[in-house]
């Protein structure tokens, strides 16, 4: 049933413009030591819109867009990112890590963080100028974080981190939105903050992807789904793979009935 | 004695190690903040111990070549040598096998030095090796530094600096958030490499002051002390490369004082004095700075709890309280307010309902983030907010007769 899932999902996207996808993934397989956390898998991510990538807990959900990005180094697969190799795109993809992954006790200014999405513009030994504050100042805007330009990272609330992240990719100026769990741990105002950003992103044209864990804001949010339980279990629009068949072979007994039947009836 | 040193007037040789010995301390102290930003302060530890083999098996083919034994640049090059094989093990070590850093560490750290030492005795044992002086590698010797030693010292103590100011940026990023350096195209792995290779190149330069098993202390001192007094990182290199180089010329001027003081343990004890000092006094992030916004931030709670109690007519229960409302003469000591409580505490109570209404609007969310149940309103809002807040929030109005 799985596999019947994943293949049909398959033949269909593959025969839509594959090569210029904004992230194409063909038989990826990462693994840590012996046990794979994401095994051949194949992605097509639609542009111009938004795609969360959905699954339990130890899915491989993390893992897989880290693969994506080369962050962890794949034992399979290709990937390639609007039709070419991902180092040749990296100017092209913005990143937001999971809030949880840096020490936020580390010496630096929420300015300082949002400069760090200009490094490519700032170079090695270039001047920080008034453009560049400017840019910096702006994304931060975005965020609602521009009041807060001046403190300590370490003195902001979990929320406020998580907006600063964005304000960093923001910075960036990319045309795909890389997003691991932007909404975990985070205040309601935040939440309603980031995905009204990530919406004026894909008004612009820009393609964002986000590991998302809430099923009940995944119709609300966002267009293209993308199940995943190690193996691919189903990739499309909400409509044709968010569906109670679909869950319930990504997450097994892990979602109670009533679950299933609350999401499906939502859907229609 | 101690001002004809500190003014470099007690000779050639005191001149020269204290000029060394400063800028040996700027350049340690601005490499180690990237060491002890990116959290592998101890790596440094492994690999100043990794040069002793080097330097041991540089005399033994400085000798056999019929060369002098005691060449620096070749000693240098031989503790250098060593030193980025042990860094590469320490880094396969971690990276291709289950053991952790810090087993790493302890492992490369050990075996090389115990290597080093067998060499060691086995020169020790040889006719020319008595006179070479190399156990002066272990902990440093400035006796008898040469024009040529301080050279070398002040060249690659300033290409090291050069060099870390050209990767600042990546490293900085690096040490923040490695996942989205790598995210970006950095290679993470090789700017790793490149901050380790210069902490190597600031050991080996240091090894003739300090020595091997000191230098640890110049890379790593001069941060942490920077770090007590900055949130930034641009200005924690800053300091740590001033307190490094103060620390240096100290030492050596110091040591140079009085006769047989040590060099290199001398500026390592200047450097802890200035930690000390930094730990105790610094503002905010110092010890004593922590006690005293505890007490003042306790003061403040109980007062601000007392006029909020006599402002709903209760009882105070808490002598502390009220010890401290009768001390600013705000209640007498049967806990009834006195005028000046009774407008405080009016004062208290109107600012509670304010702050509810800030805290509850969005936009008012950076001011928001400010309260602590305590802080005066009108100090974060203008007197314009703060009306159009009471507007809106209503409450007692002008009293008619």
Redesign the interface.
Known sequence: MMLELAADQGVSIADSNLDDSPLAIRGLTVSYGQKPAVFSVDMTVQPGGMTAIIGPNGAGKSTLLKAALGILSPLSGQVTVYGKPLEQQRARIAYVPQRASVDWDFPTRVIDVALMGLSRQLGLLGRIRVRHMSRAMDCLNRVGMRDFADRQIGQLSGGQQQRVFLARALAQEADLYLLDEPFAGVDAATEKAIIAVLKSLKEAGKTVVVVHHDLATVTDYFDHVFLINTRKVAEGTVAEAFTAETLQSAYGGRLATAQIDQISRALG | MLWDALSLQLGYNATLVAIGATLLGVSAGVTGTFLF?R?RALVSDAISHATLPGVCLAFMALVAFGGDGRNLIGLLAGSAISAWIGLLCMNWLTRRTRLAEDAAIGAVLSVFFGFGIVLLTVIQTMGVGRQAGLEGFLLGSTAGMLWADALIIAIGGAATLVLVM??R??M??V???P??A????LPVHRIDLAMMGLVMAVTVVGLKIVGLILIVALLIIPPVTA?FW????D??VLLAGLTGGLAGYLGAALSASAPNLPTGPIIVLVSFGFFALSLLFAPVRGVLAAVLQHLKFQRRVHIRQGLLALAQGQKIYEPLTLRLLKRAGLARADGVATEAGKARAAKALRDEKRWEFVRAD?AH??TA?LYDGLRDIETVLTRDQIAEIDRLIGGPQEIRP
Not at chain 2, 182 to 185: K, L, Q, V
Not at chain 2, 230 to 233: E, H, K, L, Q, V
């Open positions: 930003l959290k050209i990767i940026r990546p900085t990023m040490a923040f958030d996942e989205y790598a995210a970006r195209g770090r900055t949130d930034r990182s200005r924690v969005q969310e950076a983030a």
